[in-house]
Protein backbone atom coordinates (compact mmCIF):
# COMPACT_ATOMS: atom_id res chain seq x y z
CA UNK A 1 0.00 0.00 0.00
CA UNK A 2 1.53 3.18 -1.05
CA UNK A 3 0.91 6.80 1.52
CA UNK A 4 0.67 9.32 -0.44
CA UNK A 5 -0.70 13.16 0.44
CA UNK A 6 -2.33 14.75 -1.85
CA UNK A 7 -3.71 18.49 -0.96
CA UNK A 8 -2.52 17.67 2.86
CA UNK A 9 -4.79 14.67 3.06
CA UNK A 10 -2.95 11.57 4.14
CA UNK A 11 -3.89 8.84 1.36
CA UNK A 12 -3.37 5.10 1.49
CA UNK A 13 -3.45 3.83 -1.87
CA UNK A 14 -3.23 0.19 -3.52
CA UNK A 15 -3.96 -1.76 -7.07
CA UNK A 16 -6.51 -4.06 -7.11
CA UNK A 17 -8.78 -5.62 -9.90
CA UNK A 18 -11.17 -2.99 -9.66
CA UNK A 19 -8.09 -0.15 -10.74
CA UNK A 20 -5.96 2.17 -8.47
CA UNK A 21 -8.31 2.44 -5.34
CA UNK A 22 -7.59 5.24 -2.05
CA UNK A 23 -8.74 5.17 1.33
CA UNK A 24 -8.68 8.36 3.28
CA UNK A 25 -9.77 10.02 6.10
CA UNK A 26 -13.13 11.55 6.16
CA UNK A 27 -13.79 14.44 8.71
CA UNK A 28 -11.79 16.43 10.72
CA UNK A 29 -10.20 13.12 13.15
CA UNK A 30 -8.82 11.09 10.20
CA UNK A 31 -10.03 7.96 12.58
CA UNK A 32 -12.73 7.20 10.25
CA UNK A 33 -12.00 6.54 6.43
CA UNK A 34 -13.75 6.12 3.12
CA UNK A 35 -12.72 4.34 0.28
CA UNK A 36 -13.18 5.39 -3.16
CA UNK A 37 -11.61 4.40 -6.48
CA UNK A 38 -10.16 6.35 -9.50
CA UNK A 39 -13.14 8.09 -10.69
CA UNK A 40 -13.80 8.79 -6.93
CA UNK A 41 -17.04 6.64 -6.74
CA UNK A 42 -17.53 5.98 -2.87
CA UNK A 43 -16.85 2.27 -2.53
CA UNK A 44 -16.63 1.53 1.47
CA UNK A 45 -16.46 3.21 4.63
CA UNK A 46 -14.60 2.33 7.74
CA UNK A 47 -15.89 3.61 11.27
CA UNK A 48 -13.65 4.29 14.33
CA UNK A 49 -15.02 4.61 17.55
CA UNK A 50 -12.18 5.44 19.87
CA UNK A 51 -11.70 5.19 23.55
CA UNK A 52 -15.50 3.34 23.13
CA UNK A 53 -13.87 0.14 22.85
CA UNK A 54 -16.03 -1.26 19.70
CA UNK A 55 -14.17 -2.93 16.76
CA UNK A 56 -14.00 -0.76 13.38
CA UNK A 57 -16.81 -1.07 11.16
CA UNK A 58 -16.62 -1.51 7.26
CA UNK A 59 -19.77 -0.25 5.21
CA UNK A 60 -19.50 -1.58 1.62
CA UNK A 61 -21.68 0.08 -0.45
CA UNK A 62 -20.90 -1.17 -4.00
CA UNK A 63 -21.77 -4.84 -5.08
CA UNK A 64 -18.74 -7.09 -5.14
CA UNK A 65 -17.57 -10.72 -5.62
CA UNK A 66 -15.72 -12.20 -2.67
CA UNK A 67 -12.24 -11.31 -3.51
CA UNK A 68 -13.29 -7.51 -3.89
CA UNK A 69 -15.13 -8.16 -0.39
CA UNK A 70 -11.78 -9.02 1.01
CA UNK A 71 -9.57 -7.21 -0.14
CA UNK A 72 -11.53 -4.26 0.89
CA UNK A 73 -11.60 -5.88 4.50
CA UNK A 74 -8.25 -6.71 4.61
CA UNK A 75 -7.04 -3.48 3.50
CA UNK A 76 -9.50 -1.46 5.64
CA UNK A 77 -8.23 -3.11 8.96
CA UNK A 78 -4.62 -2.26 7.25
CA UNK A 79 -5.75 1.37 7.67
CA UNK A 80 -7.43 0.91 10.68
CA UNK A 81 -4.13 -0.49 12.23
CA UNK A 82 -1.86 2.04 10.78
CA UNK A 83 -4.51 5.01 12.63
CA UNK A 84 -5.17 3.66 15.76
CA UNK A 85 -0.76 3.22 15.41
CA UNK A 86 -0.25 6.99 14.48
CA UNK A 87 -3.54 7.70 17.06
CA UNK A 88 -1.64 6.72 19.85
CA UNK A 89 1.74 8.26 18.66
CA UNK A 90 0.32 12.01 18.54
CA UNK A 91 -0.90 11.60 22.06
CA UNK A 92 2.83 10.08 23.22
CA UNK A 93 3.72 13.58 21.59
CA UNK A 94 1.59 15.46 23.01
CA UNK A 95 1.92 13.95 26.72
CA UNK A 96 6.25 14.84 26.34
CA UNK A 97 5.34 18.00 25.16
CA UNK A 98 2.75 18.84 27.99
CA UNK A 99 5.41 17.77 30.33
CA UNK A 100 7.89 19.77 28.90
CA UNK A 101 5.79 23.14 28.92
CA UNK A 102 4.42 21.97 32.36
CA UNK A 103 0.72 21.53 31.34
Same mark, same amino acid.
Given at each position: ????? !???? +? ?7 ? #?? +?????? #? ?37 ? !????? +? ?18 ? !???? !?????? +?? #?
Amino acid at each position: MEISY !EGMR +LRREFQAPL #GK +LSWFPS #GNSGCNQKLKDRNETLLANLTTNIGRSKEPRVEILVPCD !EYSVD +LIVGTGLTVYKDTMKEVKQV !EAVS !EVIGGV +LG #G
